[in-house]
């Protein structure tokens, strides 16, 4: 029972979205993501590393096991979610269970105060700590390290001072004999402590994800010297202490602590507790923008607190939505061990998630011997199982707390992925193929006026179905037309160098580009006056290199348009007439223009660069001349609304979940035209309507 009051200190580190981080490298390494986005050259990044297997290797075979079917690929997404929902909940527990201990400190040397005083305590550190977040981290972390070094020192020592005053054997319980004594003497309810006990280990299942910010020898060393060491002497101390005031259990750390230093310590107490909430909001910040970059959370928005350090953010709504459940359930429960079950049971389940998706990297990213994978697997789940259903007999008595929250935000993450799937099937399934674009000639079929128009589509190969619905209800069109995909890839970050793949759409005469703008889960994107600039410069570079490159006609990565199935306009202007679109395009096949010629550029390193057959008898310097006119004249940023419905004879859950779950997400979260920052004066929405 006394482990609880000394859990939270354990915990110096951050999750940083571990879950996230593992399904990313799995989705580098096989075709699991459900957003079919994936590009070959994608690949050709230097941070996408990957593997190629035997054909018949047990790598290959589990590779194709997971990606032979659909539902697969669901239940391993599920499985993500929810140890990700399962991290949040740990950043709504971490904190209210640390502060709310830390607090109880004040009771110890004043018996006669009420614990509502200590739970209003509480809520104000509470509310200063999460109130203070959109000032970042960068000024002070800088103390953190010396706070929880401190506090290992010091428990450390008190745990010496406690076995040399009352009972040095209590050291013999590092004996595995007295672990089946316990069970044997305690039965059921010896083994139900387990859940408790599970406190003593919170934080271990952090420790990889600091293998992004610290060296493995550094985490390694840190753990075996400092951390484990130090909770061995200060659980041992406090066991010597209750041999000899076994009425004291309800409080043993604090009172175990001698007289003489027992202010100093609750003060570095509390700040060690402070700084256990902040590792795991930041934790749950870094895994909201995770899901974010990946189609699995609603647009929020994302203030990155630091220049120095790219994993330093701030999401404002996040923030305030934790800070009310983090008080609701210090308030609510009063009891630090109605909390402390809550929290182990998120713990332990994210400690489950975690080993099943390491068994698979073991697998296609190690390709470790499938006799290792058993023994780790096994291992690992006898341990892990063992507190899981202990654990379980806790779920009554507070347990229930991260399984409604997992539950909730596990409902967001799906409906919001799911419904961003759909929309990126349409987008793929209604694609307009490159002879309808050809047969409009250069003008396009409109009147083309001075400026360029930028438009913004999810898909980063062929002309979207958007593009065909502006054209036939708009009488003009843009002298210059850019088609920007804003593209996240299962990598960390994609090198500033590599950023942009550029393209062109259709001869030179039709002025149509495309523009793929890739970035990793943790980089920083923001559509500025910079990023434009940078889109500019990409384009300009690669009229230039494409001048360069138009006698390699023996390259042999140089290829020309892919075979197109025709789609008429009649049919597009069926679908367009009445400003709204209702899709069934299963019996349709689009292919896209695909061809690619990778370049390298002294000045910036590798760029992709397309080409599309036709030659034109305009030079460099003349199309130079007339996109720096273009830019000059205005650039407007024309964004597709798509709306999605639930067909009318859809089952009702789905109704449900696309008419009102999804639709409300979509209504409370950020439009794109924010996210991008895009002016309101330079903005062109365009909408459609289609029912899945």
């Known amino acids: 029972m006394f482990t609880r009051h000394h859990w939270s200190h354990t915990h110096p ?20 993501k459900t957003i079919p986005n994936q590009h070959r050259t994608d690949e050709e990044l230097t941070t996408y590393s990957r593997s190629t297997f035997h054909e018949q290797s047990f790598a290959a075979k589990t590779k194709r096991w997971l990606e032979r079917h659909v539902s697969r690929k669901n239940a391993l997404l599920i499985l993500v979610l929810v140890g990700t929902c399962m991290v949040i909940g740990d950043g709504i527990l971490t904190p209210a269970i640390s502060v709310l201990s830390a607090a109880g400190g004040i009771k110890v040397d004043h018996p006669s105060m009420s614990n509502g005083v200590v739970v209003v305590v509480a809520v104000v550190i509470l509310v200063g700590l999460f109130s203070l977040q959109h000032y970042g981290t960068d000024k002070v972390s800088w103390l953190f390290a010396p706070i929880v070094l401190v506090w290992f020192l010091v428990i450390g020592g008190i745990g010496i001072y406690n076995i040399w005053k009352y009972d040095s054997s209590v050291l013999k319980a590092f004996s595995p004999v007295y672990i089946y004594r316990y069970f044997r003497r305690g039965g059921k309810d010896g083994w139900t402590s387990l859940g408790g006990i599970m406190l003593s280990i919170t934080g271990t299942e952090a420790l990889f994800a600091d293998l992004s910010h610290f060296p493995v020898a550094a985490v390694q060393l840190a753990f075996t010297v400092v951390v484990f060491p130090c909770l061995l002497l200060a659980y041992s101390g406090q066991a010597a202490y209750l041999m000899s005031n ?109 080993t099943l998706l390491m068994t698979l990297i073991m ?53 919001w992925h799911y419904g961003t799937l759909k929309r990126y099937e349409f987008e793929m399934h209604s694609k307009v193929s490159m002879a309808w674009i050809l047969g409009l000639g250069p003008s396009l079929g409109l009147v083309r006026v001075p400026g360029i128009g930028l438009v913004y589509t999810e898909l980063a190969s062929g002309v979207p179905h958007i593009f065909s619905h502006f054209i036939t209800n708009l009488p003009a069109i843009h002298s210059v037309v850019v088609f920007v995909c804003v593209k996240y890839l299962p990598v960390y970050t994609v090198p500033e160098e590599e950023r942009f793949l550029v393209k062109r759409i259709g001869p030179k005469n039709f002025h149509m580009f495309r523009c793929v703008a890739r970035y990793g889960y943790k980089d920083l994107h923001k559509k500025d006056d910079e990023f434009e600039k940078k889109l500019f410069d990409s384009l300009f570079l690669f009229v230039r290199l494409e001048s360069m490159m138009e006698g390699c006609s023996d390259s042999d990565e140089y290829s020309l348009y892919g075979q197109q199935t025709e789609r008429s306009r009649e049919g597009l202007l069926n679908n367009n007439g009445n400003g709204n679109t209702i899709t069934s395009y299963a019996d349709t096949t689009i292919s896209s223009v695909d061809s690619i010629v990778p370049v390298k550029s002294p000045m910036q390193g590798s760029m992709t660069v397309r080409s599309s057959e036709h030659v034109s008898s305009q030079t460099e310097t003349d199309e130079l001349e007339f996109l720096n006119s273009c830019r000059d004249a205005g650039v407007v940023h024309i964004l597709g609304n798509t709306v999605v419905r639930a067909r009318r004879e859809s089952r009702f859950y789905k109704k449900i979940a696309i008419d009102y779950v999804y639709a409300f997400l979509r209504k409370i979260c950020r439009e794109h035209s924010v996210i991008f920052n895009v002016p309101h004066e330079s903005l062109l929405n365009v909408g459609q309507v289609f029912y899945v």
């Open 246 to 354: 076994r009425d004291h259990v309800v409080d043993a750390f604090y009172r175990s602590i001698p007289d003489s230093i027992y202010w100093p310590v609750f003060i570095i107490a509390t700040a060690a507790a402070i700084v256990a909430s902040q590792a795991t909001i930041t934790a749950t910040f870094s895994i909201i923008k995770q899901a974010l970059a990946l189609g699995c959370f609603p647009r929020v928005k994302v203030v990155h607190t630091s220049k120095k350090f790219l994993g330093q953010i701030y999401v404002p709504d996040i923030n305030w939505i934790l800070m009310i459940l983090c008080i609701a359930v210090t308030a609510g429960f009063k009891n630090q061990n109605q909390i402390g079950n809550a929290y182990g049971t998120a713990v332990v389940i994210v400690m489950l998630v975690t």
């Open 363 to 415: 697998i296609l990213v190690w390709r470790c011997h499938w006799i290792l994978v058993l023994l780790f697997t096994g291992l690992s789940l006898v341990v892990e199982c063992t507190y899981f259903s202990a654990v379980l007999f806790k779920v009554d008595q507070g347990g229930w707390v991260p399984l409604v929250i997992a539950a909730a935000f596990l409902l967001i993450m799906y409906v």
């Open 13 to 32: 580190c951050c999750h940083a979205g571990g879950t996230f981080a593992l399904y990313s490298l799995l989705c580098r390494h096989a075709k699991i």
